[in-house]
């Protein structure tokens, strides 16, 4: 476990080599994979093939061996050049329940290609249309059957299945009515997806606000090997929460991303347009708006980088890893509505990518976790208030 100095030169070597790489996926590339509603496949092949979505894998199986610390700066530089790491965030983290919980021959499996890029993970089947926060009351069931489980259930907002090879998903194993605690009894299984949609798995597309391909996904009577469960049969639950402190740092570090980009444009635009004869940022009802939302931005920056230090030093980072993901996506958002109200009516026009960053900045503030749950965290376990639910 390393203490790894953000301000590095080899963590300046990657924001300048991510930098590189993003400026040839400009403001018009980005436009035209909103307008058609497509997959940026480009990009991330572009990403895959330099080795950035290996990051967090170890050298052994192929990837690259970084810490949170420098995986985060990779993403923070993907938001900040105006791409949306949504499309790609999966592949660098969902391999980790794989990697911490997977048994020697999964982890030889399947790895070295999660790190090349020859197998896609980036689909994570968690949220259920019944239960939704309340992921122990999960529904869909994986029934043993000799050496298959049986699955049977729905899920719902599950991302990139169209552009995956495998998913995670999970699924209760034992009835809530047999076990002791509700956070027991529930499985993940790594699925194969290149023939599910054959073998008793439907995927629909769920249009939204974004350019975010999800999706509704019934199982009926699919079978997964029973070699595909991952860890002990029960266990997932608590699986999937040793992977939270990471996925909320680096969540928190693409937060961070667009509140810099936000803050650039809004800046840039303040300098420039003139109106009354004068650049619109000499006005103070202009200028001290952009400076809060920057000084509330650094201070979430430094957060997030207490959180992936203790994080990377193996220290407990769950209320710094929440506090980052908390500010951070606040510190985005303030920051995107500061950059739309800049521009006036211009931040609406497709063409200044205000807009589009401004509805993907939106939706940290609900997925992949909502901020009421980030704050009843910090309540109950890092204040130490009532349990409310
Ligand atoms: C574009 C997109 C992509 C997504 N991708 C994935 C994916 O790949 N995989 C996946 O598994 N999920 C995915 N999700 C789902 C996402 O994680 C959930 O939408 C999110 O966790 C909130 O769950 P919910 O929508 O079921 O809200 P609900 O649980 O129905 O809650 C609705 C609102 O009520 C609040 N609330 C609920 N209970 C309480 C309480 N006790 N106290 C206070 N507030 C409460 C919530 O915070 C929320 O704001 C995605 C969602 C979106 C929109």
């Given at each position: 476990?390393?203490?790894?100095?953000?301000?590095?030169?080899?963590?300046q070597?990657y924001?300048?080599?991510?930098?590189?790489?993003?400026?040839?996926?400009d403001?018009?590339?980005?436009?035209?994979?909103?307008?058609?509603?497509?997959?940026?496949?480009?990009?991330?092949?572009?990403?895959?093939?330099?080795?950035w979505?290996?990051?967090?894998?170890?050298?052994?199986?192929?990837?690259?061996?970084?810490?949170?610390?420098?995986?985060?700066?990779?993403?923070?530089?993907?938001?900040?050049?105006g791409?949306?790491?949504?499309?790609?965030?999966?592949?660098?983290?969902?391999?980790?329940?794989?990697?911490?919980?997977?048994?020697?021959?999964?982890?030889?499996?399947?790895?070295?290609?999660?790190?090349?890029?020859?197998?896609?993970?980036?689909?994570?089947?968690?949220?259920?249309?019944?239960?939704?926060?309340?992921?122990?009351?999960?529904?869909?069931?994986?029934?043993?059957?000799?050496?298959?489980?049986?699955?049977?259930?729905?899920?719902?907002?599950?991302?990139?299945?169209?552009?995956?090879?495998?998913?995670?998903l999970?699924?209760?194993?034992?009835?809530?009515?047999?076990?002791?605690?509700?956070?027991?009894?529930?499985?993940?299984?790594?699925?194969?997806?290149?023939?599910?949609?054959?073998q008793?798995?439907?995927?629909?597309?769920?249009?939204?606000?974004?350019?975010?391909?999800?999706?509704?996904?019934?199982?009926?009577?699919?079978?997964?090997?029973?070699?595909?469960?991952?860890?002990?049969?029960?266990?997932?639950?608590?699986?999937?929460?040793?992977?939270?402190?990471?996925?909320r740092?680096?969540?928190?570090?693409?937060?961070?991303?667009?509140?810099?980009?936000?803050?650039?444009?809004?800046?840039?635009?303040?300098?420039?347009?003139?109106?009354?004869?004068?650049?619109?940022?000499?006005?103070?009802?202009?200028?001290?708006?952009?400076?809060r939302?920057?000084?509330?931005?650094?201070?979430?920056?430094?957060?997030?980088?207490?959180?992936?230090?203790l994080?990377?030093?193996?220290?407990?980072a769950?209320?710094?890893?929440?506090?980052?993901?908390?500010?951070?996506?606040?510190?985005?958002w303030?920051?995107?509505?500061?950059?739309?109200?800049?521009?006036?009516?211009?931040?609406?026009?497709?063409?200044?990518?205000?807009?589009?960053?401004?509805r993907?900045?939106?939706?940290?503030?609900?997925?992949?976790?909502?901020?009421?749950?980030?704050?009843?965290?910090?309540?109950?376990?890092?204040?130490?208030m009532?349990?409310?639910?």
């Amino acid at each position: 476990m390393a203490d790894i100095n953000p301000r590095s030169s080899e963590c300046q070597a990657y924001r300048l080599a991510i930098r590189d790489l993003c400026s040839r996926f400009d403001s018009a590339y980005w436009q035209q994979v909103e307008e058609h509603s497509s997959y940026p496949e480009a990009f991330v092949k572009a990403l895959t093939e330099a080795g950035w979505l290996a990051a967090l894998i170890p050298e052994q199986y192929g990837g690259g061996g970084l810490s949170v610390t420098e995986a985060s700066v990779i993403l923070e530089e993907i938001n900040r050049s105006g791409a949306n790491s949504g499309a790609c965030h999966a592949q660098m983290y969902i391999m980790g329940a794989l990697l911490r919980h997977g048994s020697e021959e999964q982890k030889e499996r399947y790895l070295p290609g999660i790190a090349s890029g020859a197998l896609r993970l980036q689909s994570f089947a968690v949220t259920e249309p019944t239960t939704g926060t309340d992921t122990t009351r999960t529904r869909t069931v994986a029934t043993r059957a000799g050496d298959r489980y049986i699955v049977n259930g729905q899920k719902v907002w599950i991302s990139r299945i169209q552009h995956s090879d495998l998913m995670l998903l999970l699924a209760r194993t034992t009835p809530l009515a047999e076990i002791k605690k509700k956070t027991e009894g529930l499985s993940i299984f790594l699925v194969d997806l290149r023939d599910a949609e054959r073998q008793g798995m439907t995927v629909r597309p769920i249009k939204n606000m974004v350019n975010h391909e999800t999706n509704e996904v019934f199982f009926d009577n699919f079978e997964v090997p029973a070699a595909n469960l991952i860890g002990e049969e029960g266990k997932g639950f608590r699986y999937i929460l040793d992977g939270m402190n990471a996925e909320r740092i680096l969540i928190a570090a693409e937060c961070i991303g667009d509140g810099y980009w936000f803050i650039d444009k809004a800046r840039h635009y303040a300098n420039e347009r003139i109106v009354f004869d004068r650049p619109i940022g000499k006005n103070q009802g202009v200028q001290f708006p952009i400076a809060r939302a920057y000084a509330n931005l650094r201070a979430a920056d430094l957060m997030r980088y207490e959180a992936a230090r203790l994080f990377d030093t193996g220290q407990p980072a769950g209320a710094e890893a929440n506090l980052a993901k908390l500010l951070a996506a606040d510190a985005s958002w303030e920051a995107g509505n500061v950059c739309l109200q800049t521009f006036g009516g211009f931040g609406f026009a497709v063409e200044y990518d205000v807009e589009r960053k401004f509805r993907e900045t939106r939706l940290y503030q609900v997925a992949p976790i909502s901020t009421n749950l980030i704050l009843s965290f910090i309540g109950e376990h890092v204040l130490g208030m009532p349990r409310s639910f």
